[in-house]
């Protein structure tokens, strides 16, 4: 499998190697003569590997024989980053998703009977979802497409069917679990693609709220649905791989699928901890996960280090409980309208007190529900203020009445956020800092294994190919590192 990673090669090809190519032989330990496994055999080997998480225990294996021989100290540095993966399951729209789920609870429920999928259709009327001969839902739709009242007409009466499916397999949800996770991702997919018409009618309260469960109402048979406007978060993409998520590097370059988290401790460039998770997990969230898979092997970073990804002051704090320091720049803060930003006032952490450039001061504040808070200073100083056309755009005569003039925010780990910030511009920050390009570099090896296209379905399989990349990078890396440094090998 090592191999197989090594060279990107399909199964069939790594057969072929194994049987013909004499490096292969020599490194697996066997005889010229010795034939190879057969393709079914590598598959099965690969899913029981993979089941049993012995690649996991490879590359911590690995890990620790380089801790043992000193080659990684405990307390050494480590760098972190992530990266995108394509995910292999089919990525559809609305119409379509819909179709697909439907016709996976259908071949769950007719698996169930005994009944072929197209006979089960037909009885229950599925016309629009039926399975399909050729092409797909939308591509079968004899609709004008331009016309928003027949893609209406069409979507609700695609969803009607998908209702009615749901009902009719509703009693064997409980004894089926392949129908319930059928049903349950069908559920899903309405739910978070679609949102109620709403008529006057309806409407109950001020803003058309209507008062009622909007999950519920989605899944009702007699309301009329639309195309939610905007992403659900946690939307499913596929229905082969329900795991996938939309991910975002910035706001033009999204994908769909995984991200790979891999953490490099920096004197070598030696992948030291793994984590493959949804697209749609924040960096900051994964770390936690990286300094765990450390910790179980022995090491104990000093400091991890990453881009402004990792700045999050309840990440910083975390850390900072376990022994590590977060290195990574903090996001600058911007002022509204070209006003004086958040820096340009002094935090008194001891007092609890706002100083403003123009020398008052407030402790007046008001809680945020996360558990920050909000300063105010008086409207009618800040309304007289000579500084106020570059402190605030707000109307001075508004601020007189309301009494509060300009506001600024106090994290809940304020004082987390300065340590960070006063510590940005030190020598030895920056030093570290400079260290990022060569878990960059990592990052481009993996990509040279192929871990950027993902292999297989779900997220602990992907996981399985990155763990593989990841080991295949070490062995390479830690190849070309005794070859230039012989000592290394005798340690």
């Given amino acids: 499998l090592c191999l197989q990673s090594y060279e990107g090669l399909p199964d069939r090809k790594a057969i072929e190697r194994m049987a013909f190519d004499l490096r292969w032989k020599a490194v697996l330990g066997l005889e010229v003569q010795d034939r190879a496994v057969g393709q079914s055999t590598l598959v099965e080997f690969r899913a029981r590997v993979q089941l049993h998480d012995k690649m996991e225990q490879a590359f911590g294996r690995f890990r620790s024989v380089l801790v043992e021989a000193g080659v990684i100290t405990p307390d050494q540095v480590q760098l972190m980053d992530s990266m995108a993966i394509?995910?292999?399951?089919?990525?559809?729209?609305?119409?379509n998703l819909i179709g697909s789920a439907v016709r996976k609870l259908l071949g769950a429920a007719s698996k169930r009977r005994g009944r072929k999928a197209v006979d089960l259709a037909s009885e229950l009327g599925l016309v629009l979802t039926a399975p399909p001969e050729t092409g797909s839902l939308k591509g079968r739709a004899e609709i004008d497409w331009?016309?928003?009242?027949?893609?209406?007409?069409?979507?609700?009466?695609?969803?009607?069917?998908?209702?009615?499916?749901?009902?009719?397999?509703?009693?064997?949800?409980?004894?089926?679990?392949?129908?319930?996770?059928?049903?349950?991702?069908?559920?899903?997919?309405?739910?978070?693609?679609?949102?109620?018409?709403?008529?006057?009618?309806?409407?109950?309260?001020?803003?058309?709220?209507?008062?009622?469960?909007?999950?519920?109402s989605v899944l009702e048979l007699d309301r009329e649905v639309e195309i939610r406007q905007g992403v659900a978060q946690e939307r499913v993409v596929s229905v082969g791989d329900p795991e996938m998520s939309h991910g975002h590097k910035s706001r033009d370059r999204r994908w769909d699928g995984y991200k790979a988290h891999v953490s490099v401790e920096a004197e070598h460039g030696l992948i030291t901890a793994v984590d493959?998770?949804?697209?749609?997990?924040?960096?900051?969230?994964?770390?936690?996960?990286?300094?765990?898979?450390?910790?179980?092997?022995?090491?104990?970073?000093?400091?991890?280090?990453?881009?402004?990804?990792?700045?999050?002051?309840?990440?910083?704090?975390?850390?900072?409980?376990?022994?590590?320091?977060?290195?990574?720049?903090?996001?600058?803060?911007?002022?509204?309208?070209?006003?004086?930003?958040?820096?340009?006032?002094?935090?008194?952490?001891?007092?609890?007190?706002?100083?403003?450039?123009?020398?008052?001061?407030?402790?007046?504040f008001t809680r945020q529900s996360g558990g920050g808070r909000v300063f105010h200073f008086d409207g009618a100083a800040c309304a007289t203020c000579s500084l106020r056309t570059q402190c605030t755009s707000?109307?001075?005569?508004?601020?007189?009445?309301?009494?509060?003039?300009?506001?600024?925010?106090w994290h809940r780990l304020e004082s987390v956020l300065q340590a960070a910030r006063?510590?940005?511009?030190?020598?030895?920050?920056?030093?570290?800092?400079?260290?990022?390009?060569?878990?960059?570099?990592?990052?481009?090896?993996?990509?040279?294994?192929?871990?950027?296209?993902?292999?297989?379905?779900?997220?602990?399989?992907?996981?399985?190919?990155?763990?593989t990349a990841a080991l295949v990078t070490n062995l390479v890396r830690w190849t070309g590192l005794f070859q230039h440094n012989p000592a290394l090998l005798t340690a």
Avoid at 90 to 95: G, I, S
Avoid at 300 to 315: C, F, H, R, T
């Fill in 146 to 216: 331009s016309d928003a009242e027949e893609r209406r007409a069409f979507l609700n009466q695609l969803v009607g069917e998908a209702r009615g499916l749901l009902s009719a397999m509703a009693s064997d949800e409980s004894t089926d679990p392949e129908v319930a996770e059928a049903m349950a991702l069908l559920r899903r997919i309405l739910v978070q693609d679609l949102e109620v018409v709403t008529k006057p009618s309806d409407t109950q309260g001020p803003g058309g709220d209507t008062g009622g469960d909007e999950t519920q």
């Fill in 394 to 409: 707000r109307d001075p005569e508004k601020m007189r009445r309301s009494g509060h003039g300009r506001s600024v925010r």
């Fill in 86 to 95: 394509w995910g292999r399951g089919a990525v559809e729209d609305t119409y």
């Fill in 276 to 364: 493959v998770t949804a697209a749609n997990v924040h960096d900051a969230a994964a770390a936690p996960e990286l300094i765990a898979q450390q910790r179980e092997r022995g090491l104990a970073p000093e400091a991890m280090v990453g881009d402004m990804a990792y700045s999050a002051a309840d990440l910083r704090q975390w850390a900072s409980e376990q022994g590590t320091e977060i290195v990574a720049q903090v996001p600058p803060v911007r002022g509204k309208d070209g006003c004086f930003t958040k820096g340009a006032f002094h935090l008194d952490l001891v007092e609890e007190r706002v100083h403003c450039p123009a020398g008052q001061s407030t402790t007046h």
């Fill in 422 to 467: 006063a510590a940005a511009g030190t020598a030895r920050v920056q030093e570290l800092l400079a260290e990022r390009w060569k878990v960059e570099q990592v990052i481009a090896h993996l990509t040279h294994r192929g871990i950027r296209q993902a292999r297989y379905l779900g997220t602990r399989k992907v996981g399985f190919q990155a763990l």
